[in-house]
Structures are given as C-alpha cells and as structure tokens.
C-alpha cells in the first residue's frame, strides 16, 4: 500500500477535502543527508494538492490522516500509460510497412506518429471509465493522534 499523510481542510456531504505538499525522496533527502533528491525538492517540490476521498473514518477539519493507494493501481496505471501509447506506435509503424508498396521511411514515421496519437487518445478516453477512476481512487487508512490525545490528565 502507497500511503501519503494529508491534512482534512475541510467535510462536505461525507466527503473529506484534503491537502497534501509534494514531496521528492525520502526523510534523509529532505533532510539533505541523502543522494540529493532534497536539491531537487527544494527547486521544484512545494506544491499543494487537494483532492476529495470519501470520509470513511469520520475525521473532522485539521485532522492528519493517512491515505493508501494499492501498489497494483500503479502497476495497472503505468502499465497501461506506457504500454498502449508504445503499442500504437509499433502498430502504426507495422502497418504502413505492410500496406504502402515502398517502405518510404517518412511514411513509416507518420504512420508511428500517428499511432502513438491514437494509443494516447485511447489512454485518456480510458482513464475518466467508471473502473480506472475506482482504481486510482484513494482511501483513508488511519488518522493520526493529535497533540491533545497525548496531554497527561490532571
């Protein structure tokens, strides 16, 4: 499980709207003590997301919580980001080798060209069905303890 921490900024109709900052590398890049991944986050790191997940463990605004993503939703996703574009491609390569009379290389490239556009076209039609958008969803794992849970009683 992918997991990422966000902060809850807000509860709408059992939906959670959450912010998350982008991070590049691990503790110890960030840190700078590491391969320098913390150089690259501190030129192109920063930003803010925001996305809404359902509130499946009832948190309220200012809440830390965890959200998981299975790692076979990258898989799947990656997989079918590169490998259909890549498809096309060869595709359209393939057959403009065996239907034009001359292997004209400037034909062969268009027909490449014009492959990898479809496998692209086909890729995002793909991606906003019912099944990609269940896959790719995230959801709330934990929440984490605030600074009040761990005040002594008096």
């Given at each position: 499980?992918?997991?990422?921490?966000?902060?809850?900024?807000?509860?709408?109709?059992?939906?959670?709207?959450?912010?998350s900052?982008?991070?590049?590398?691990?503790?110890?890049?960030?840190?700078?003590?590491?391969?320098?991944?913390?150089?690259?986050?501190?030129?192109?790191?920063?930003?803010?997301?925001?996305?809404?997940?359902?509130n499946?463990?009832?948190?309220?605004?200012?809440?830390?919580?965890?959200?998981?993503?299975p790692?076979?939703?990258?898989?799947?996703?990656?997989?079918?980001?590169?490998?259909?574009?890549?498809?096309?491609?060869?595709f359209?390569?393939?057959?403009?080798?065996?239907?034009?009379?001359?292997?004209?290389?400037?034909?062969?490239?268009a027909?490449?060209?014009?492959?990898?556009?479809?496998?692209?076209?086909?890729?995002?039609?793909?991606?906003?069905?019912?099944?990609?958008?269940?896959?790719?969803?995230?959801?709330?794992?934990?929440?984490?303890?605030?600074?009040?849970?761990?005040?002594?009683?008096?």
């Amino acid at each position: 499980m992918i997991e990422q921490q966000v902060t809850v900024i807000e509860i709408v109709a059992n939906k959670a709207m959450c912010r998350s900052i982008s991070r590049q590398g691990c503790a110890r890049c960030e840190a700078g003590e590491g391969c320098g991944g913390g150089v690259f986050n501190q030129l192109f790191g920063g930003k803010i997301f925001q996305l809404s997940v359902d509130n499946e463990l009832n948190a309220q605004a200012g809440d830390q919580v965890i959200l998981g993503l299975p790692e076979s939703a990258l898989t799947v996703g990656s997989l079918f980001l590169y490998l259909v574009p890549l498809l096309g491609l060869l595709f359209g390569a393939v057959i403009s080798d065996s239907l034009l009379p001359t292997s004209n290389e400037l034909w062969i490239i268009a027909f490449s060209v014009f492959g990898l556009g479809l496998g692209i076209l086909f890729v995002q039609s793909q991606l906003r069905k019912k099944f990609f958008l269940q896959l790719f969803k995230p959801t709330m794992l934990r929440t984490l303890p605030t600074v009040e849970q761990f005040k002594p009683e008096n």
